[in-house]
Every structure is written in structure tokens, then in C-alpha cells.
């Protein structure tokens, strides 16, 4: 059942870490912003000092997580994904164990609809995400067809500390190499050293940091459930819509837990 081989782990903070999977049947097709389940049986070993795991699982038994891809469509090599470790939950306590060439379990269909599919290119796009949230627009921002003259790009990404901004040269390199990429990191627990924006992503919408028009600008809302809430409820009060495939819209939603 096991059909995949982490090839890279890179730790960003001790809770954080981004992975590289190679299934063995190869990259299947798929867009940015969709994902797909990873699974490790339940007699993985767990790090010890772990707190128990909030659910007991049976050693046989195969758990599965749902996780954005965050490597490009284009990239054939391996899929990328973008990790938080909860110490006490089922399947990262063992996921965080796992080393370059352990094996895990990689679902064979790749789903989800939180993509730029049904975004025109001339229309601009505002991507905020909380933590990991950030994965789906680091796979959006690595695929060419993303990226059009006409169309201007921000990136919001609310973290708790600054170590926690992960991809954080990769984005500013798109602040350098593209005039119409801006990026935003917004730190809610940021000591003295940190220069940069304070507070939480959401707060950008209600000190008028980004001016929206829901005719010309899409938003794609990904992470914290309560930062989805709160913005959702403030764009549709300025005529925003929730995008579905029956009522297109230019509001997205991708609640990440």
C-alpha cells in the first residue's frame, strides 16, 4: 500500500517542515491550489517526548490527511507539501519521524476545485493565507500560466512568529523580479526586530492596506478557519461572492482544518 518515497525533508522551525514526494507511478496531472492524501500506517513509530496521540490507531490500519501540493504542475519530479506537526494528532506526530528515503502512502487522484481555472488572466489576484495555508499559492506562483502582464499579484501570508515564513526568499524574489507581484507578511507575535507588518491577515482588509474591486480582483482565502470567516463576511459586504462551480464568483474558499 505504501507507494511513495519522501526524497527531501526540509525543516523550517521544529513544527514546520516542507516535504518532497515521489510517488512510484509517477506525478499525476493536476492544477495549483489542488491536493491530495498522504498516509502512513498506524505503527509508525512516534518521536519520543510526543504527548499521546489524541486517537489511538490500530498498527495496521492506514491513516490519511488531505494536503495541498505546493510544487507546480509543471515540476514532474516530485510534489511538494508544506507541513505543521501537531505533537498529539495522528498522522504528522509520525509524518515528522520520517527520513529521505522512507516510504509512505500517496493517493492516486489529485482533487480539489480551489484553483485559477475559472479566473480570467486580466483579473488581478489577492492570495492570503495563514501557516500552511500558504502552500496551494506557492504552486499557483510557480506555474507559468499564473503569471500575466495584465494581471497584478499580492500575497498575504499571517504567520506567529517570523520563522515561521516559510518560502520567504522565494517571494521575495518575485517582489524583485516582477513590478506587479507585492508580497505581505503579517506576524502576530513579532518581538522588537521585526520591522515588517504586525497583527493578523485579515486586518489588511479593514485598514484599507488592499482597496478591492469584486468586478477586476479575486481572492482566494486559505488557512485559519476564523481568518476565512471574518474576511469572507467583510468582502461580501463589500460584493464579494463565494465562487462554486454552479455561482461563479470572485471570492475562494479553502478552510484548511
Not at 158 to 183: C, I, M, Q, S, W
Request: glycine share 8%.
Amino acid at each position: 500500500m505504501l507507494n511513495a518515497t519522501l526524497i527531501q525533508r526540509i525543516e523550517v522551525t521544529p513544527e514546520l517542515i516542507i516535504i518532497r514526494v515521489k510517488p512510484d507511478g509517477g506525478v499525476p496531472e493536476f492544477l495549483s491550489g489542488q491536493y491530495v492524501a498522504l498516509g502512513l500506517y498506524g505503527q509508525a513509530p512516534r518521536p519520543e517526548g510526543f504527548p499521546p496521540a489524541r486517537e489511538e490507531i490500530e498498527g495496521d490500519k492506514l491513516i490519511k490527511r488531505a494536503y495541498s501540493i505546493g510544487s507546480s504542475p509543471q515540476q514532474n519530479d516530485f510534489l511538494e507539501f508544506y507541513i505543521a506537526i501537531v505533537k498529539d494528532g495522528s498522522f504528522t506526530s509520525r509524518l515528522c519521524m520520517l527520513k529521505q528515503g522512507d516510504r509512505l502512502f500517496a493517493a492516486p487522484k489529485i482533487i480539489g476545485t480551489f484553483t485559477l481555472h475559472d479566473v480570467p488572466l486580466n483579473h488581478n489576484l489577492v492570495l492570503v493565507s495563514t501557516g500552511t495555508g500558504l502552500a496551494p499559492f506557492i504552486s499557483m506562483l510557480r506555474t507559468s500560466s499564473t503569471w500575466s502582464p495584465t494581471r497584478n499579484i499580492v500575497v498575504v501570508h499571517g504567520v506567529r512568529f517570523p520563522e515561521d515564513l516559510a518560502y520567504r526568499r522565494e517571494l521575495e524574489g518575485y517582489a524583485r523580479d516582477h513590478k506587479n507581484f507585492t508580497y505581505i507578511p503579517v506576524v502576530s507575535r513579532a518581538g522588537p526586530d521585526w520591522t515588517g507588518r504586525r497583527g493578523h491577515a485579515q486586518k489588511l482588509f479593514t485598514e484599507g492596506v488592499l482597496e478591492l474591486s469584486p468586478t477586476t480582483d479575486h481572492v482566494f482565502l486559505c488557512g485559519n478557519p476564523a481568518m476565512i470567516e471574518e474576511t469572507q463576511a467583510l468582502l461580501e459586504s463589500k460584493g464579494y461572492t463565494a465562487h462554486s462551480k454552479k455561482h461563479p464568483g470572485t471570492l475562494h474558499l479553502e478552510k484548511y482544518w
